[in-house]
């Protein structure tokens, strides 16, 4: 069973420009989460989409969007990057959302904002 | 606002040695405290995960131990080995409507040989 897969893995962009990434979850999983992790802060909840709808929403600004598809695969943007905003991006699937903590991460798109 | 404080930041063990790994909380309606293990490059894997109506759980070498009264869950390795050398993150899930899951900072082990 292929596992969950995040594109690109690594990406450079400046300040100003916005970039966005995929994930394509675990076949049957319809819930995707989205963390940012950084060494400082850890692991931080972005949002959750289950079924195509966005089910919640963690403490980022509005510059942090995303969306999910039909076939269950995600995307996330962010726009006008900040330099703040490099971070390893993660993303995670579940068959019924994260309440049950069963998620399965992929391995990041690392984001560098120069 | 961290609602997951977990402690040490790092921690070396010699091969053989018993882990520990403590995370409290302060959210009381939190119900599912699942841990995952990240190693380098890779994403983090759920290791293993208790609920508050159990005071223990072990699977292996690894084992949780959870306080209800006192709010605070623990991570127990025992006979500690190099392969188990990564970052643990303990986490919560809030009950209810505002589904998310909460993590500690995580904890860098390192297991000398």
């Known amino acids: 069973k292929a596992g969950v897969t995040q594109t690109p893995r690594y990406l450079i962009k400046t300040r100003g420009q916005q970039v966005t990434l995929s994930c394509s979850p675990i076949s049957g999983h319809r819930s995707v989460s989205w963390y940012q992790q950084t060494p400082g802060q850890g692991l931080q909840f972005l949002f959750e989409y289950f079924s195509e709808t966005q089910r919640n929403k963690g403490n980022f600004p509005g510059r942090f969007s995303g969306r999910q598809f039909s076939n269950s695969r995600s995307e996330m943007n962010v726009s006008t990057l900040e330099l703040g905003d490099s971070a390893l991006y993660l993303c995670?699937?579940?068959?019924?959302?994260?309440?049950?903590?069963?998620?399965?991460f992929g391995e990041g798109s690392r984001l560098t904002v120069l | 606002q961290q609602q997951v404080k977990q402690s040490p930041q790092s921690l070396i063990v010699q091969k053989g040695g018993i882990s520990i790994i403590n995370c409290a909380y302060e959210?009381?309606?939190?119900?599912?405290f699942p841990w995952y293990q990240q190693f380098p490059g890779k994403g983090p894997a759920l290791l293993i995960a208790?609920?508050?109506?159990?005071s223990e759980k072990k699977e292996g070498r690894f084992t949780i131990s959870f306080n209800k009264s006192a709010k605070q869950f623990s991570l127990h390795i025992m006979d500690s080995q190099p392969g188990d050398s990564a970052t643990y993150f303990c986490a919560a899930s809030v009950q209810g409507g505002s589904e998310k899951l909460v993590f500690g900072k995580g904890t860098k082990l390192t297991v000398n040989p």
């Open positions: 208790i609920r508050p109506d159990v």
């Open positions: 995670a699937s579940s068959l019924s959302g994260v309440r049950t903590g069963e998620l399965f």
């Open positions: 959210n009381t309606a939190f119900d599912y």
